[in-house]
């Protein structure tokens, strides 16, 4: 791989870990709400492989956040302008969301078969 396909993957990886935690997710938590394996999710988030573009696209729509803030450097991104993006950063609100995200999963599964 190139130095910036390295560099990228390495910013994705960073942001995605940034986000998972601020939502107090797990890697089997958000593994499991973007469909994919956590073994894959670890990676990505170590930097390593080259993730294709509808993982992370599963992976930003888990998190609730548009896929080109997995790519934004800390000076792209306040801590202030991430509060606004996430949806999810109250835990009386989490259950019924990732009960409903869950749900459109689902149903986005049986649309897709």
Do not use: W
């Amino acid at each position: 791989m190139n130095v910036l396909g390295n560099k990228l993957n390495a910013i994705l990886g960073k942001n995605i870990h940034k986000y998972r935690t601020y939502n107090s997710l797990s890697i089997d938590q958000l593994s499991g709400l973007a469909g994919i394996n956590p073994k894959s999710l670890i990676n990505i988030e170590k930097g390593r492989g080259n993730p294709k573009v509808d993982t992370i696209e599963k992976i930003a729509a888990a998190l609730c956040i548009d896929p080109q803030h997995l790519f934004m450097t800390d000076d792209d991104v306040s801590e202030q302008s991430m509060q606004v993006k996430l949806i999810i950063n109250n835990e009386k609100a989490r259950p019924a969301f990732l009960s409903i995200l869950n749900g459109l999963n689902s149903l986005s599964d049986e649309v897709n078969k």
